[in-house]
């Protein structure tokens, strides 16, 4: 009973430590002040099926938490989200959420970062400006090279379509089938 107990423990210890390290988008950018890193922001929302399934495959996945941990801040934002929120020099609410039945409106930052489906992931440099952003739901494998590619700064350098190609061809998937 005892090994059984120890096992379990230290299962559940390793397992808390094996994700993403999420931020709010105010942490992330504070913490780019200090050490300017780019910034990831998967944009969900609670009813999101697809949104689900990126948690717990994609950012769940032990390539992408630990390249995300180390190269990008990762922000979580639910695109429906009802608290106010100061950034940018200006602030961003969701007003419309207390009158409406069903599904929320969309907050004052998704709509200006120009999301308007979930999942979203945007993807800012290391100043907050926006470099793109990828809309639907990602597989582990379909996300990796975009986070080698944004951290790299290999986007400043790709001005055609044949240069994405190109690097895609060259890629090397970490992530195993």
Not at 127 to 135: D, E, F, R, S
């Amino acid at each position: 009973m005892k090994k059984i107990s120890t096992l379990l423990f230290l299962f559940i210890i390793s397992f808390s430590f094996a994700q993403v390290k999420w931020m709010t988008i105010e942490e992330a950018l504070n913490a780019q002040k200090t050490q300017p890193k780019k910034i990831i922001i998967d944009f969900y929302a609670d009813w999101c099926g697809p949104c689900k399934i990126m948690d717990k495959k994609t950012y769940g996945n032990p390539i992408i938490y630990e390249f995300l941990n180390e190269n990008y801040y990762p922000v979580k934002f639910d695109a429906e989200d009802k608290r106010t929120i100061e950034i940018f020099g200006r602030k961003f609410s969701n007003d419309n959420t207390s009158h409406k039945k069903g599904r929320n409106s969309l907050h004052e930052f998704t709509q200006f970062m120009n999301v308007n489906a979930v999942p979203s992931t945007v993807f800012l440099d290391d100043k907050g400006n926006p470099i793109t952003m990828l809309q639907g739901e990602l597989s582990a494998k379909e996300l990796e090279p975009y986070l080698d590619f944004i951290s790299n700064n290999l986007y400043k350098k790709v001005k055609t379509k044949q240069d994405w190609e190109d690097y895609q061809k060259k890629f090397r998937s970490k992530i195993k089938d």
